[in-house]
């Protein structure tokens, strides 16, 4: 399959999940989803009038929590490629100016943003590589780009654990709500599992032109990484 119809094939699938996105996400994190972003929006590091792009903004809940430190003045832009989802965004945060587009071709010019933040996108990305050398682009030198994503789960008791929950308990539970839903938290379960470990993504990150830090929350179970734009 070539990359515009995995694409699509993705984004059919967001658009499907878009009404039961926020509920879910409450349910199958244990309510921990609105501390990951809010740690997430603190690591952005903005100020009074800044501009910071959030990328795969799905319903907001991430450009949400960037609104207070970049007023007044700032601008906060949630971009996503799923109309459903930016229609729940533009219901729930009016003060976000959200956009419909392909986070992999932005349209911002070079250097022209202070902070990106990428909250559970990343791994949806089928040219991830093209994409975070499009968000260095367009940030300004010494920028900050905050991905905040689930890690592939490492090995352990505890991560067995984990890993029985987010193959065989989410998918069934999401089965009973609907067959778009089992498909979703199988999709979930598979990219999860194979993406990157995090020193393998912070590497990626320093090669492509930034300074990178790594942390852990929840045991390890999400990851932020904040990478700084050199030169
Ligand atoms: C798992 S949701 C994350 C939403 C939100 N950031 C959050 O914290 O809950 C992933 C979002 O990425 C969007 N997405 C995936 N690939 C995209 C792309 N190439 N361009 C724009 N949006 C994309 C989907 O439509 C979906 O809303």
């Not at 949630?78 to 992999?104: C, N, T, W, Y």
């Not at 943003?113 to 367009?138: K, P, S």
């Not at 999709?187 to 790594?214: D, K």
């Amino acid at each position: 399959m070539g990359q515009e119809a995995r694409s699509d094939q993705i984004r059919q699938m967001f658009d499907a999940i878009a009404p039961g996105y926020d509920a879910r996400n409450r349910l199958f994190s244990v309510a921990r989803d609105h501390a990951w972003r809010r740690r997430a929006a603190e690591r952005a590091n903005l100020h009074p009038g800044q501009t910071v792009l959030d990328l795969c903004t799905g319903t907001g809940k991430l450009a949400h929590e960037l609104l207070s430190s970049t007023r007044p003045g700032g601008r906060v832009i949630g971009i996503d490629f799923s109309q459903p989802m930016l229609e729940r965004a533009r219901k729930l945060e009016p003060e976000v100016e959200f956009r419909l587009g392909d986070v992999s071709r932005l349209s911002e010019p070079d250097a022209s943003v202070d902070a990106i933040t990428i909250g559970f996108g990343l791994r949806n990305l089928v040219d991830r590589e093209q994409a975070l050398r499009e968000m260095r682009r367009v940030l300004r030198p010494g920028g900050r780009l905050v991905i905040l994503e689930f890690a592939p789960p490492p090995s352990g008791p505890l991560m067995r654990a984990y890993r029985f929950y987010l193959t065989r308990v989410m998918p069934a539970i999401a089965g009973r709500l609907s067959a778009g839903e089992r498909h979703a938290y199988r999709y979930l379960a598979e990219t999860v599992q194979g993406f990157p470990q995090p020193s393998e993504l912070a590497a990626a990150l320093e090669r492509l032109g930034f300074a990178v830090t790594v942390e852990p929350l929840t045991f390890g179970i999400v990851v932020l990484h904040v990478a700084v734009r050199r030169g």
